[in-house]
C-alpha cells in the first residue's frame, strides 16, 4: 500500500535561487513593485495581529531591496491609525528601483535608522536588510540593530533577520533577535540553520504570487525534512507479508566491554519494522550479548573474515558499522567487507574515526553499495581532514553535499539543525529535534532506525530522512530524563500517526 502525501514536500531557497524566482515572475508578467508590496502587505497584516488600535511601530529601513518592503509596511500601517516612525540607513535620494518606488507612497519623515526611538515602540519592524547580505554588519547598521535588540521590544523581521546570513544561518557580527519573522514565497536556509533559527522566531512564508512552478524551475532539491518528503516511500507491511519480506539488518558488536551501542542499534532497527535482526559479535563478547537478547538473534563473528563467512547470507541485506567497533584497521577492513558485499550500510562513530585521514578509502568504497554515512561535526572533520574542499565552505549544506559526491553517500550531518544529504544534489534540513537526545547512545539508535528501514527497501536519502525526524519526534515525545534505552520504544507510537 503506498500512503498518499497530504502536501508536496516544503522547498526551501537559497538567496540566488529566490533571486531567480523573483525575476522569471517579473518576466512573466508581475511588475516587481507588485510583488514588493504583495511582501510588505504580509509583512503589515502581520504586524497588525500584534498590535492594538493606535500602538507606536517603528520601521528601520535598509538601502535595498529589503528597505522598500519597509517602505510599504509604515506606509499601510499609517493608513490603519497606527502612530508609526520611520528610519533610513542612507539617504532617501540613493534609492533605486522599487525601493524607490515604494519611497516615494510614503508622507511622514525619513530619520536616521540608528537614532529612532526603539524603545517608545509597541512593535519594532526590521527592514534592514535580507537574503544579500555579504559581510558583517558595522557603523550605523551595527548601531542600529544593537538598539533594536537592546529595546527590549517584540521585534518582527522582513524576509529574515538582519545581520543573519540567508543561506548559512551564520550571524554577520551582529543580528536582529526577532520575535517573529513574515518570509515570502518559501523559506530560506537560515530559517533551519542555527543559530539563524533561535533568530527568526516564529517564522511564516507569505504567498507573493510566485507560482510553485517557478519555485520549483528555481530551485528544486533543497528541501525541509518533513514526512511530505518520505511517507510515500515508508514501508508499510501488506496483510500478506511476512517477516522475510521486510528485511535482515545485522549490526555488528564490539568487544566485551563495549557491547551496548549495538544492542541499541539493533533493538531500534528491530522497532522501526525490519523483519529479522542479528547481532554478530565476536567471541569474547557473545556471553555478553546473548544474556541481553531475546528477539534480537546473535551469531559469532571474529573480525573480517568472520563478517566476510556471515555475509554469504545473502537475506542479510543491511548492515551497522561503527557504534562501539574500535578504532583500528579492523574496523576498517570490516568496511570494506560490508561495502564489497553490496549490501545496504550505515556508518557511525568508530566505522568512521578509523578512516581520519583515510576518506579516498571510503570515496573507492561506497560506489559499490548503498551506503548512509551519520557524523557528527567533530567526526565530520577528522574523517575529512585534509580536504578543504569539503571543510571550508562556511554553509552546512555545501559541506554536506561536497561530501556525498566526494563519498558517493548520503551524508547525515547531525546537530541541532542536522543536514541529510545525497550525492544528487538533494538535500533536507531537519527541524524537529530537541535538546534531550543530547546523551549517550541516542545516535546508535538513530543508525538502527536508518538501517531497518533500507533493510525493507527504503531508498537511502529517503531513510536517512525519515530515520532523522521519527528518531527526533520519538525523543521529543519523552523529553526530558530521556536515556537512549527509551527511544526505540518511542518509535511505534511515531509510526501509529504515520501510518494511521
Known amino acids: 500500500m503506498i500512503l498518499r502525501l497530504e502536501m508536496p514536500p516544503e522547498l526551501v531557497l537559497r538567496s540566488q535561487e529566490m533571486k531567480q524566482a523573483d525575476a522569471a515572475s517579473i518576466a512573466a508578467g508581475i511588475p516587481g513593485i507588485e510583488l514588493m508590496r504583495r511582501a510588505g502587505g504580509a509583512v503589515a497584516k502581520a504586524a497588525a495581529e500584534m498590535l492594538t488600535k493606535e500602538a507606536k511601530v517603528v520601521v528601520a529601513a535598509g538601502p535595498g531591496q529589503n528597505g522598500g518592503d519597509g517602505f510599504v509596511v509604515a506606509t499601510l500601517l499609517v493608513r490603519q491609525g497606527h502612530r508609526v516612525s520611520l528610519g533610513l540607513l542612507g539617504n532617501v535620494e540613493r534609492l533605486s528601483g522599487d525601493a524607490a518606488l515604494a519611497a516615494k507612497d510614503w508622507k511622514g519623515p525619513v530619520e536616521a535608522a540608528e537614532d529612532l526611538p526603539f524603545p517608545e515602540a509597541d512593535l519594532i519592524v526590521d527592514a534592514l536588510f535580507g537574503t544579500g547580505i555579504a559581510r558583517d554588519l558595522y557603523g550605523s547598521a551595527r548601531a542600529a540593530v544593537e538598539r533594536m535588540n537592546a529595546s527590549g521590544r517584540p521585534i518582527l523581521a522582513v524576509d529574515l533577520p538582519s545581520g543573519i546570513d540567508g543561506d548559512t544561518g551564520r550571524v554577520r557580527g551582529v543580528a536582529v533577535r526577532a520575535m517573529r519573522t513574515v518570509t515570502f514565497a518559501a523559506r530560506k536556509p537560515c530559517h533551519l540553520l542555527m543559530p539563524g533559527r533561535a533568530f527568526s522566531g516564529d517564522v511564516e512564508v507569505a504567498d507573493i504570487g510566485i507560482t510553485s512552478k517557478t519555485l520549483a524551475a528555481s530551485g528544486g532539491k533543497l528541501f525541509a525534512n518533513a514526512p511530505s518528503l518520505w511517507l510515500d516511500?515508508?514501508?508499510?507491511?501488506?496483510?500478506?507479508?511476512?517477516?522475510?519480506?521486510?528485511?535482515?539488518?545485522?549490526?555488528?558488536?564490539?568487544?566485551?566491554?563495549?557491547?551496548?551501542?549495538?544492542?541499541?542499534?539493533?533493538?531500534?532497527?528491530?522497532?522501526?519494522?525490519?523483519?529479522?535482526?542479528?547481532?554478530?559479535?565476536?567471541?569474547?563478547?557473545?556471553?555478553?550479548?546473548?544474556?541481553?537478547?531475546?528477539?534480537?538473534?546473535?551469531?559469532?563473528?571474529?573480525?573480517?573474515?568472520?563478517?566476510?563467512?556471515?555475509?554469504?547470507?545473502?537475506?542479510?541485506?543491511?548492515?551497522?558499522?561503527?557504534?562501539?567497533?574500535?578504532?583500528?584497521?579492523?574496523?576498517?577492513?570490516?568496511?570494506?567487507?560490508?561495502?564489497?558485499?553490496?549490501?545496504?550500510?550505515?556508518?557511525?562513530?568508530?566505522?568512521?574515526?578509523?578512516?581520519?585521514?583515510?576518506?579516498?578509502?571510503?570515496?573507492?568504497?561506497?560506489?559499490?553499495?548503498?551506503?548512509?554515512?551519520?557524523?557528527?561535526?567533530?567526526?565530520?572533520?577528522?574523517?575529512?581532514?585534509?580536504?578543504?574542499?569539503?571543510?571550508?565552505?562556511?554553509?552546512?549544506?555545501?559541506?554536506?553535499?561536497?561530501?556525498?559526491?566526494?563519498?558517493?553517500?548520503?551524508?547525515?550531518?547531525?546537530?541541532?539543525?542536522?543536514?541529510?544529504?545525497?550525492?544528487?544534489?538533494?538535500?533536507?534540513?531537519?527541524?524537529?529535534?530537541?535538546?534531550?537526545?543530547?546523551?549517550?547512545?541516542?545516535?546508535?539508535?538513530?543508525?538502527?532506525?536508518?538501517?531497518?528501514?533500507?533493510?525493507?527497501?527504503?531508498?537511502?536519502?529517503?531513510?536517512?530522512?525519515?530515520?532523522?525526524?521519527?528518531?527526533?519526534?520519538?525523543?521529543?515525545?519523552?523529553?526530558?530524563?530521556?536515556?537512549?534505552?527509551?527511544?526505540?520504544?518511542?518509535?511505534?507510537?511515531?509510526?501509529?500517526?504515520?501510518?494511521?
Open 233 to 500: 516511500k515508508l514501508p508499510r507491511p501488506e496483510l500478506s507479508s511476512h517477516k522475510y519480506d521486510r528485511g535482515h539488518t545485522l549490526v555488528v558488536s564490539g568487544g566485551a566491554t563495549r557491547t551496548g551501542a549495538a544492542r541499541l542499534a539493533a533493538r531500534a532497527a528491530l522497532r522501526i519494522g525490519s523483519g529479522l535482526v542479528t547481532v554478530a559479535s565476536p567471541p569474547e563478547a557473545l556471553g555478553v550479548n546473548a544474556a541481553q537478547l531475546t528477539a534480537v538473534m546473535l551469531r559469532g563473528c571474529d573480525g573480517p573474515e568472520g563478517l566476510h563467512h556471515i555475509l554469504q547470507d545473502v537475506r542479510l541485506n543491511a548492515l551497522v558499522l561503527g557504534p562501539a567497533l574500535g578504532v583500528h584497521s579492523g574496523t576498517r577492513a570490516m568496511v570494506a567487507v560490508a561495502a564489497h558485499a553490496r549490501r545496504s550500510l550505515v556508518l557511525d562513530a568508530d566505522a568512521l574515526t578509523s578512516f581520519e585521514d583515510l576518506a579516498s578509502e571510503l570515496h573507492q568504497a561506497f560506489h559499490y553499495a548503498p551506503t548512509v554515512l551519520t557524523p557528527h561535526d567533530g567526526e565530520f572533520k577528522r574523517l575529512f581532514n585534509g580536504h578543504p574542499d569539503i571543510l571550508d565552505p562556511e554553509s552546512k549544506i555545501e559541506r554536506a553535499h561536497r561530501a556525498a559526491v566526494y563519498t558517493g553517500a548520503v551524508v547525515v550531518l547531525k546537530g541541532p539543525d542536522t543536514v541529510i544529504a545525497s550525492p544528487d544534489g538533494r538535500a533536507a534540513i531537519n527541524e524537529n529535534g530537541t535538546p534531550y537526545l543530547g546523551t549517550a547512545g541516542t545516535g546508535d539508535t538513530l543508525c538502527g532506525i536508518i538501517a531497518g528501514l533500507m533493510a525493507q527497501g527504503m531508498p537511502p536519502f529517503e531513510a536517512a530522512s525519515a530515520g532523522v525526524w521519527i528518531h527526533a519526534e520519538a525523543g521529543a515525545s519523552f523529553g526530558p530524563g530521556l536515556i537512549a534505552e527509551d527511544l526505540a520504544e518511542l518509535v511505534p507510537g511515531v509510526l501509529r500517526k504515520l501510518l494511521n
